[in-house]
């Protein structure tokens, strides 16, 4: 098959893939989302990244979705339904990542099937933020609604440190997006989910001076074996937000509950095949010849 990794250049997870692509015999080509370009000729769109030609590709792997003003945001986006009518299989849906990258639009979501999440809210007014900050108890953990791997969370604890970390966010323009913190000596728990499956799952522990258990803030990652319970808020999280290929982070509250904290539609495995026996690239790759009709694209 043809297919392209769309990723930051010099990124871990596209080397892994286009490396485990091509020793299964893949034609497999690494793009980036600034290279991309469409235009219309002979009553037809070509979609082009570099000298790559898109829409003859079977599939394409979405590995990031980079930072930008809401014009970029929105033209990827439209980009990736563009190449998804024209043929092009798209993992995860373009819908799919438009919803996990939203925190709250995937908290909604949860919520609406019927899935145990953090008290969450939302707003973006100071005033309003420290209210419903005292509804949360007076210690949330505060989140940028579009943002991964820990950057910009911080707790907040305290009426003074709300009144100055929503003042700041107001005057930049941000939206608040609080979630009630919930203190665990256990720290939270991954499972990585394809079509329907567990690839892989972990437990996950904050380092000593930090609350964010993120493998890339140094959290401490262990293997964890999941059950039922685990497996089916997993796979009904990933349902509910349409994710094929997906990450799913629980955690349990003081009442002894699971919840579900995030899904993230664009998820990394490098702590994860650490800590247990899953090559996360061979097995999408297989998946994707079991589901992918080679030569189907740009049809």
Known sequence: MKIGVLGNEGSWYVNELCQAGRELGHVVSPLAFPSLTAHNSNKQLQYSCGETGLSSLDAIIVRTMPPGTLERVVARMDLLRGLEDSGVRIINRPKAIECAVDKWLTTQKLIQADIPVPATAICEDSEAAIQLCEQLGGDVVVKPLFGSEGRGII?????????????????????????????????????????????????????????????????????????????????????????????????????????????????????????????????????????????????
């Open 155 to 299: 707790r907040v604890d305290s009426p003074d440190l709300a009144w100055r970390v929503f003042r700041s966010l107001e005057q930049i323009g941000a939206v608040m997006y609080l979630q009630r913190y919930i203190p665990s000596a256990d720290g939270d728990y991954r499972i990585l989910v394809l079509d329907g499956c567990v690839v892989g799952s972990m437990k996950r522990r904050a380092p000593v001076d930090d609350f964010r258990t993120n493998a890339a803030q140094a959290g401490v990652c262990t293997r964890w074996m999941p059950n039922d319970l685990h497996v089916d808020l997993a796979l009904r999280a990933a349902d509910a937000i349409d994710c094929v290929f997906c990450g799913v982070d629980l955690i349990y509250d003081q009442d002894g509950q699971v919840k579900v904290l995030e899904v993230n539609a664009v998820p990394g495995w490098k702590a994860l095949q650490k800590v247990c026996d899953a090559c996360v690239p061979t097995r999408l790759f297989q998946w994707l010849n079991e589901t992918v009709s080679p030569g189907r694209a740009g049809i």
